[in-house]
C-alpha cells in the first residue's frame, strides 16, 4: 500500500506545509523525516493561519497520526510550545508520536551554531540559528543525545559530558564564551522528559506495521532539494537530507515501499540565506513577486530572495528524487506580468549548459538563459478546474511540465485548503 513522500524541490519554502495538509484528511500517518524547527509550513484553513515548524503538517487532521521521525532533531522547548499552542487553539495532538532516536537539539547547539556562523562572518550559510548543523554534526561525531537518553540519568549525564568536553575548550579558549554547565544542561533535559514520555515510541515498527495493514503514510520533507547536504548547493545548505532517499533513513520504511515522490514547486524560485541563486532578481520584478508572494520566512522572518523560474533545478529535483509528480504552487502570484521570463538553461563561461553543473565553480558562474512566455491578466484564484485557466496560464503550466520531466498533478492558485486544481489524484 501506497507510502508517498511530498517534498521541496527547490531552495525551501514551495508550499509544503498547505501540500501536506490537503492529503492529510485521507491519509492515516504525517512522518517528518529529517531537519528540524528551522522549517516554518503555514497551512491555512478557512480564517486560520498555522505556522508549524516541528510538528508534521498532518496535526491538523483529526484522523491522521503526526509522526516525527529518527532522522528528525528535536528541540524539545520549541516542540512543548508548539503543542501548547496549537492546544490553546483546540487543536488535539495526542496522536503524536516521537521517535526514541530522534536526536535532541540543545541550547549548547544552539549556541554553537550562533558562535559558528559569527566567526565566518561574510562566508556565513545564514543559518536559521536553531542548533541544526551542530545537532546533525554530534549525531555523525557520535557524541548526540537521543530521545531516548531523556530516560535514563546516568547515561544522559555520561553523554552530555562528552558532547561538552571539546565544545566548551572551543566556548571558552577559541570563542571567548563562558563555558556551559553539565549538571545545567541535564536538568534541563531531565525536565522535559515527562512531558515528552506520552508521545515517545518505536515509530520505525509503527510505520512499517501501518503500512502491512495497508495503511497510507505520508512523507513530509522539510527544507527542499538545492538545500539538501548531498545534492544541494553546497556549502549553502542544510544539515540534512530532504531529498527522497532522507525519507527511508529518517524514518525506517524501505525504499521499495515508496510508491509516490511529489516535487514541490513554486511557479518562480525564492531562497533563504547565502549561496547561489541564478535567476535573482535584483529588480521591481523581484520585490513583485516579494511583495504579492508574501515571501518573507515563516521562522526567522527574514525577507526570502526572488527569482524568475528556473527549469534547470525543476529537472535535477526531478531526477535526484525520481519524482512521480509535481504540485505546482503559487501561480495566482504570476498573474499581471505581460511577459513571465523562465530560465531554461545556464550560460557557464560561455557555454550553454542544459543540466546543474555539480561543480561549485561553475555554478556560480551560471547566468540564466531566458525564453519569455506570455502571461495572463485574469483571477485565478477561483479556478477549480486546468480548463477554468486562461489559455496563457495553461500554456505556462504545459511548458514548465514539458522542461521539468514529470507531470503536473495539481496547481496552487491560493494559499487556502480549497484554492488548488488538482489534475491527477495523489491517492
Ligand atoms: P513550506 O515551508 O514549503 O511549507 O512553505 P511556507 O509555508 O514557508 O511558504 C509558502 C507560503 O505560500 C505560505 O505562506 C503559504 O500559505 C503560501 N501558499 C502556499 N501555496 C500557495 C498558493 O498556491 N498560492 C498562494 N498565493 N500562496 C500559497
Ligand atoms: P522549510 O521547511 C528555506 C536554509 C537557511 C540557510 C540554510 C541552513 O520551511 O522549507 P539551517 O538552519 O538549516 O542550518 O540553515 O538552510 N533553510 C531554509 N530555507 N526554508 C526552510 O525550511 C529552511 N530551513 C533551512 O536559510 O540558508
Ligand atoms: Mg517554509
Given at each position: 500500500?501506497?507510502?508517498?513522500v ?45 505556522a ?76 536559521t ?27 544522559l ?112 524560485t ?69 511577459q ?45 478546474s486546468f ?16 522542461m ?24
Amino acid at each position: 500500500m501506497p507510502a508517498l513522500v511530498l517534498l521541496g524541490a527547490q531552495w525551501g519554502d514551495e508550499g509544503k506545509g498547505k501540500a501536506t495538509d490537503l492529503l492529510g484528511g485521507s491519509v492515516d500517518y504525517v512522518v517528518r523525516y529529517q531537519g528540524g524547527n528551522n522549517a516554518g509550513h503555514t497551512v491555512v484553513v478557512g480564517d486560520q493561519k498555522y505556522a508549524l515548524h516541528l510538528l508534521p503538517s498532518g496535526i491538523l487532521s483529526p484522523t491522521c497520526v503526526p509522526v516525527i521521525g529518527n532522522g528528525v532533531v528535536v528541540d524539545p522547548s520549541v516542540l512543548l510550545s508548539e503543542l501548547s499552542g496549537l492546544n490553546e487553539r483546540g487543536v488535539d495532538t495526542s496522536k503524536l508520536l516521537i521517535s526514541g532516536n530522534a536526536h535532541i537539539i540543545t541550547p549548547y547547539h544552539v549556541t554553537v551554531d550562533k558562535v559558528t556562523e559569527r566567526f565566518l562572518g561574510k562566508r556565513k550559510i545564514g543559518t536559521t540559528g536553531r542548533g541544526i548543523g551542530p545537532t546533525y554534526a554530534d549525531k555523525i561525531n557520535r557524541v548526540g543525545i537521543r530521545v531516548q537518553d531523556l530516560y535514563d540519568e546516568s547515561i544522559l549525564t555520561q553523554k552530555v559530558e562528552a558532547a561538552l568536553d571539546v565544545k566548551n575548550q572551543m566556548l571558552t579558549k577559541l570563542y571567548n564564551r563562558r563555558a556551559i554547565a553539565i549538571e545545567q544542561v541535564v536538568e534541563e533535559l531531565l525536565g522535559y522528559a515527562e512531558k515528552l514520555a506520552p508521545y515517545v515510541a518505536d515509530t520505525v515498527l509503527v510505520l512499517n506495521q501501518a503500512l502491512e495493514e495497508d495503511k497510507v503514510v505520508l512523507f513530509e520533507g522539510g527544507q527542499g532539494t538545492l538545500l539538501d547536504i548531498d545534492h544541494g548547493t553546497y556549502p549553502f545548505v542544510t544539515s540534512s537530507n530532504p531529498t527522497a532517499g532522507g525519507a527511508c533513513t529518517g524514518s525506517g520504511v524501505g525504499p521499495t515501499k515508496i510508491s509516490r515522490v511529489i516535487g514541490i514547486l513554486k511557479a518562480y524560485t525564492t531562497r533563504v540565506g547565502a549561496g547561489p541563486f541564478p535567476t535573482e532578481l535584483f529588480d521591481e520584478d523581484g520585490q513583485a513577486l516579494r511583495r504579492i508572494g508574501g515571501e518573507r520566512g515563516v521562522t526567522t522572518g527574514r525577507d526570502r530572495r526572488c527569482g524568475w523560474f528556473d527549469a534547470v533545478i525543476a529537472r535535477y529535483a526531478t531526477r535526484v528524487n525520481g519524482l512521480t509528480d509535481f504540485f505546482l504552487t503559487k501561480l495566482d502570484v504570476l498573474t499581471g506580468w505581460e511577459q513571465i521570463p523562465v530560465c531554461v538553461a545556464y550560460e557557464i563561461d560561455g557555454r550553454r549548459v542544459e543540466e546543474l553543473p555539480y561543480s561549485q565553480t561553475d555554478f556560480h558562474h551560471a547566468k540564466p538563459v531566458y525564453e519569455n512566455l506570455p502571461g495572463w491578466s485574469e483571477d485565478i484564484t477561483k479556478a477549480k478546474s486546468f480548463a477554468d485557466l486562461p489559455k496563457n496560464a495553461q500554456n505556462y503550466v504545459k511548458a514548465l511540465e514539458e522542461m521539468s520531466g514529470a507531470p503536473i498533478s495539481a496547481i496552487g492558485v491560493g494559499p487556502g485548503r480549497d484554492e488548488t486544481i488538482e489534475i491527477n489524484s495523489f491517492l
